[in-house]
């Protein structure tokens, strides 16, 4: 595990970062931060879910084969990419061997291959792959969420694990929602953490979340339009599921939303 404060890339901790080690300290920390660096710092270092702590830093020492050279960030991931993005993207959780591995979500996994690749074929990142903090990759107008931040078993996260972390995510939507135009969600999971959180922010959402699918859209009132979009996991990517075009489709929806049309 990379201590806070190291000189990591992505690392916005140090060694005085306050510790989250339960819910309510997430909470509060979460609600009192003075800045989206800080927020990311904190929700970076947090315990609060044993679960979910023993696993990433058991990972982390035992480290996949193919990595076994590799120091494992072995924490909980930030979001990452521009603060005051046009085009806000969202996850689920961070890969045992690829977030959790390389401190940035998407980065090191075959998710994150389909997701950059098209992120990059839309103008919206700088490169087409991402293999670790120390590349060089860079967002445009974009920043790269998740409603879980750590690794989870099975990539499950159970119900009370998915609540103690929603705050980290409810502030920083609460920071970037005035310059958000357009949210693309990746997955179920993500669809609803996104309402969620765009309501705790304090955008005018539907009472009921609308119903989740591929292409799915929902503008928002004075707010971002919402483009829902299968996850690039393996299953839907190796399955035809999901498809570059299709992909393609979706950024191309969001860019037209946040007047980034021309941007190549």
Sequence with gaps: MIPPGTGFPTDRASASTPIAQSAADVERLAENVPSLAHLDGRSSVCRACPRLVAWR????????????????????????????????????????????????????????????AALH??????????????????????RITLPVRCAPPANKPTPQERDACAPWLHQEMRYVLPTVRAVVVLGGFGWTSTWTALRAAGAAVPVRTPVFGHGAQVQVPNG????????????????????EAMLDEVFRCAKVAAGLARTA
């Design 57 to 116: 830093e058991e990972v982390a020492e035992t480290k996949r084969a193919s990595f076994a050279d590799d120091r494992y960030w072995g924490r909980p991931i930030s979001g990452w990419g521009e603060t005051r993005p046009e085009i806000l993207v969202v996850g689920l959780a961070p890969a045992a061997h690829g977030g959790n591995r390389t401190g940035r979500i998407f980065t090191g996994d075959r998710s994150g291959d389909w997701l950059f």
């Design 224 to 243: 971002p339009l919402v483009i829902g979009c299968y996850h690039v996991s393996q299953q839907n990517t190796f399955t035809g599921r999901l498809t």
């Design 121 to 142: 074929r839309a103008g919206l990142a700088a490169q087409p792959t991402s293999t670790t903090a120390y590349d060089g990759q860079q967002l445009r107008h974009t």
